[in-house]
């Protein structure tokens, strides 16, 4: 006969205590785990918008080359203006490029300039242009918030 205790055969209480606290920090690390997958999907989501953009304006400029960029846009043709610039852009004051926002993005800005390359040489004397291609929103501290492209274009190639 034993020593007088019944065994139920169930769980004692400290068993059960200590098996409630290692669920609950189980629960708690893949409640964070979670939250930077969110976190981090978000940020991912909104660099793919903000490239894809860049590199959609990116082709236009490809596509107008050297000779479009300095006789086509500005140059009151509306064939080309409107179809590589269409009036949700705004000439920039210098009118060496465009201006746009980006409602998939928060507070999502972007410009597309054009200077002479090297910055130094007159726009009458350059045979080369830069273009930039300038994306940015509001984003964490933490994460980046900027998409930034360059290419030339040089006259006589498009």
């Known amino acids: 006969m034993g020593n007088g205790h019944a ?8 068993e059960l205590l200590v098996s409630s606290v290692i669920l609950g920090l189980s629960l708690v690390a893949l409640s964070q785990l979670y939250m930077s ?3 981090t999907y978000q940020k ?24 479009g960029l ?11 203006e409107d179809a590589y610039f269409p009036s949700e852009y705004t000439y920039l004051s210098s009118k060496m490029g465009v201006a746009f926002t980006i409602p ?8 597309v300039s ?14 080369i242009l830069q273009a930039t291609i300038d994306i940015q929103w509001d984003g964490s501290p933490k994460a980046q918030s900027r ?6 274009c040089a006259m006589g190639y498009k």
């Open 70 to 80: 300095i006789t086509g846009v500005n140059s009151g043709n509306p064939t080309i």
């Open 114 to 127: 054009w200077q002479p390359y090297p910055s130094n040489t007159s726009l009458s004397s350059c045979k």
């Open 37 to 39: 997958a969110m976190w």
């Open 7 to 14: 065994h139920s055969g169930g769980f004692s209480l400290i």
């Open 44 to 67: 991912a989501r909104k660099l793919s918008i903000a490239t894809n953009r860049a590199q959609f304006e990116l082709e236009k400029v490809d596509n107008l080359g050297y000779e």
């Open 147 to 152: 998409v930034h492209l360059i290419t030339l």
């Open 104 to 111: 998939d993005l928060p507070n999502g800005q972007g410009t």
